[in-house]
């Protein structure tokens, strides 16, 4: 019986490092309450001072996963599976959609969409650290699109999903040197717009915006 309860000991305490780490299901998560880094913290401080303008509608949500690594963080990037009619066919983005009437909140779409897009479930391996400005993609100029960032403790398991062709990590401290131009046909005619050069791929458009507020944060580029 001691070694049984030894052992279940052993076992409980494997369940929490140090620094205050969860596990569950194999993965180690942060604690909701956990103390953050001092550039974490200091980014999440930085999305606080974001308030939602008057017109608080919001029309569908993405997710801006981050994981740190040292002096670097990354962030997870999909490309769009092509079909016919779908105005963002094809292209690099963050995971997310349009909010659906049983979606508890525009928080609970991203969640959704995350899990349904790349199977990560926020609300249990992901923190909430706060959301960026809501803007329009220039596609759907009449579409408002709320960014919401989360702290992963490491990469999970990705699974695809059936509006998704690929997904992959990318690195935000590379991005500034990854600026360049493209030319992409917008409702009536070509235009020259900015981009990011990622491992062969453009990110373009609202994605390239939102990834470029969030590069400005205090914290994001040490």
Not at 30 to 48: G, H, P, V
Request: proline content about 5%; hydrophobic content about 35%.
């Amino acid at each position: 019986m001691r070694k049984s309860r030894a052992g279940s000991q052993r076992r409980d305490r494997s369940q929490f490092r140090p620094d205050g780490w969860l596990r569950a299901q194999g993965r180690w998560f942060l604690s909701q309450s956990e103390k953050l880094s001092s550039r974490i913290a200091l980014i999440q401080r930085s999305l606080a001072s974001n308030h939602l303008p008057e017109d608080s509608r919001v029309d569908a949500a993405v997710g801006l996963m981050i994981v740190e690594h040292g002096r670097d963080l990354e962030t997870l990037l999909i490309q769009r599976a092509e079909r016919d009619g779908d105005p963002w066919s094809g292209q690099i983005g963050l995971p997310g959609g349009r909010s659906k009437v049983s979606d508890r909140s525009i928080k609970g779409t991203v969640e959704r969409e995350v899990a349904e897009e790349v199977g990560i479930d926020l609300s249990q391996v992901g923190r909430e650290l706060g959301h960026l400005a809501v803007g329009q993609p220039m596609r759907r100029s009449e579409m408002r699109v709320q960014p919401w960032v989360y702290l992963l403790s490491d990469k999970p398991p990705i699974i695809i999903g059936s509006e998704v062709r690929s997904a992959f990590w990318t690195s935000i401290n590379h991005l500034p040197s990854s600026i360049s131009t493209t030319d992409v046909y917008i409702r009536d005619g070509w235009r020259t717009v900015e981009c990011f050069m990622v491992d062969g791929k453009v990110v373009w458009g609202y994605t390239y915006r939102v990834l470029n507020e969030f590069l400005q944060l205090p914290g994001v580029i040490e």
